[in-house]
C-alpha cells in the first residue's frame, strides 16, 4: 500500500488484544470499583468493557489511545450500574418497613469518603476516580468523557468543594466555621 508523499502515516496498531486485556485489566477494575464500590460490580463492568473493546478490536486498535476509549466505555457502564443499584437501593427502601434500628457505629473514613463521592453528580464523580485513582491528566479526563480539559478541572473543582463541604468525620477535626469560645 503506497502513501502519498506528505500523508500521514497509517495508524499503528496497538499490541494485540491479549496484552491490551492484560494491561488493562486492574486499571479498570479500579477505576470501576471507585465508581460502583464492590469488587465484583467492578469485575463485572470492566469484563463488559473489555468485552465490547474485542468486539470491535480491528477498530479500537487503530486509535492513538485505546486505552482512553476502554475507560470510556467503562466509565458509561459504571456510572448506568451505579445509577441502576441506588434506583433498587431506593425502591427498596420506599417498601421496607420503619423499624427502630440500633445507633451503627460510625462508618470507617475511607467508607465515608467513598459514599461521598458516589454520591457526587456522574460526571464530577468520573472526573475524581479518572484523576485520583487512575492519574489521568485534565486532558486525558476530557478524552474518556468527551469534553474539554477546562470542563474537567471545572467538575474536579466543584467535586473537591463537595467533598469538603460533606459531613465525613466532624468528630475528628474541628469545625473551622464554629465561633471560638474566649475565655476571660
Known sequence: MATRPGAPPPPRPAPDFDAFYRDQWGPLVGLCRSIVGGSGTAEEVAQEALFRAHGRWSRVQMLDRPDLWVRRVATNLAISTWRRRRAEARANERHERRRPRPEAEAPEPDAALWDAVRALPR??????????????????????????????????????????????????????????EVHP
Open 123 to 180: 460526571r464530577q464523580r468520573a472526573a475524581v476516580c479518572l484523576h485520583y485513582v487512575d492519574g489521568l491528566t485534565t486532558a486525558e479526563i476530557g478524552a474518556v468523557l468527551g469534553c474539554g480539559p477546562s470542563t474537567v478541572q471545572t467538575h474536579l473543582a466543584r467535586a473537591r468543594v463537595a467533598l469538603r463541604d460533606a459531613d465525613l468525620d466532624r468528630t475528628a477535626r474541628p469545625d473551622p466555621h464554629a465561633a471560638e
